[in-house]
């Protein structure tokens, strides 16, 4: 019975689409008029954004071609705190987090943030995402050099001018310190586990959405989780 209650939910919501979405204007979504050229690829980079749970950011970025790895972890606080327990009381200053290694080559930092904006987070709602309520929730783009922090903003602030959203935008643009990877029944949890009602509700629809509205950045084949434990990246901005 579950899984049948299951499996209808999400064809339901697949048809209809993500509810986050009535928080964008019908407007056409603008892609960053600021970007980095794949012509000044380096090598493969790093992206790390909150929005909400992290199963359904990881599985939205999973699914982007040029993405080689997606992991769920924790940003914002201590290394000692970084545990999904003690995350979920809100105090620790962590964010569920999703670290995006990716190809510039393949894909740019720009379209990383078109995706981010168009289907995997509300950036209109504070200190939550649909269901889940906490600062664990927030949307937060954590960025590791400046010149993805003048993306982000630039970009946030386009689409404030563009009025692409209902309301204003509340996403932070904050210096990434440090990510901590989850534990391991975290990662890829929305593709191991895609009969749960909460998948089925929250995260199906934003891989859906993707897939409708950015088509030529869709594969239908998910890139799998990588094992980087203990690994945690450590940025020095200075």
């Known amino acids: 019975m579950k899984r049948r209650l299951s499996w209808s939910v999400s064809a339901i ?12 204007s019908s407007k056409p979504f603008p892609a ?12 493969p980079q790093t992206a790390v954004f909150a929005g909400g749970c992290f199963w359904g950011v990881e599985a939205v970025f999973e699914h982007l071609k040029g993405v080689k790895n997606a992991v769920s972890g924790f940003s914002g606080g201590s290394g000692a705190t970084a545990h999904y327990e003690t995350v979920s009381t809100g105090r620790t200053g962590h964010a569920e987090s999703v670290k995006v290694t990716y190809e510039p080559s393949e894909i740019t930092y720009g379209q990383l943030l078109t995706v981010f904006f168009s ?3 509300n950036p209109t709602e504070l200190n939550r995402q649909g269901p889940d309520t906490g600062t664990q929730y927030r949307g937060v783009i954590f960025y590791v050099n400046a010149e993805q922090q003048k993306i982000a903003k630039d970009y946030i602030a386009q689409l404030g001018a563009a009025h692409a959203f ?6 932070q643009v904050v210096p990434l310190k440090a990510f901590y990877p989850a534990e391991d029944y975290h990662q890829d949890y929305a593709r191991l ?5 909460y998948i089925a509700i929250n995260d199906a629809p934003k891989v859906a959405a993707l897939q409708r509205a950015l088509p030529k950045l869709y594969r239908a084949q998910p890139v799998i989780w990588h094992d980087e434990h203990p690994t945690t990246i450590m940025v020095d901005l200075h």
């Open 166 to 171: 209902a309301a204003p935008i509340v996403t």
């Open 119 to 121: 289907v995997a987070h």
């Open 193 to 197: 586990h895609p009969d749960a009602l």
């Open 32 to 43: 960053p008029a600021v970007d980095i050229p794949a012509s000044k690829a380096t090598g």
């Open 13 to 24: 919501l697949l048809t209809l689409g993500a509810p986050f979405l009535l928080a964008r």
